[in-house]
């Protein structure tokens, strides 16, 4: 069974920064897409990014040019480097790791900007 855990979540103030992190472990024999949603109060879940097991990335519009994210496959972990965040960025955000069983995601974690 594989599991999912992120981490790096926090309070923050406009402008800032966070770097979101997230591992997967147990019984991976293949990693393949891997991606971060986020889900504000009353909203349906969203894409935020996605890395291919080729490294190719792929953006919300509202995050371009303020997120990134990337991949270390030797780790397991995809992370999300989030910039000049914004008071609209709150949500909690979920990881999505596709291996060659399935998809799997984590429990999330909280981010707040306040303005």
């Known amino acids: 069974q594989v599991h999912v855990v992120e981490s790096g979540g926090g309070l923050v103030q406009a402008g800032e920064s966070l770097r979101l992190s997230c591992v997967a472990f147990g019984g991976i024999y293949s990693l393949n897409d891997m991606a971060w949603y986020r889900q504000a109060p009353g909203k349906q879940r969203e894409s935020v990014a996605r890395?291919?097991?080729?490294?190719?990335?792929i953006y919300a519009d509202s995050v371009k040019g303020r997120f990134t994210i990337s991949r270390d496959n030797a780790k397991y972990t995809v992370y999300l480097q989030m910039n000049s965040l914004k008071p609209e960025d709150t949500a909690r955000y979920y990881c999505?790791?596709?291996?060659?069983?399935?998809?799997?995601w984590g429990q999330g974690t909280q981010v707040t900007v306040s303005s």
């Open positions: 890395i291919t097991s080729g490294g190719n990335t």
């Open positions: 999505k790791i596709d291996v060659s069983g399935g998809s799997f």
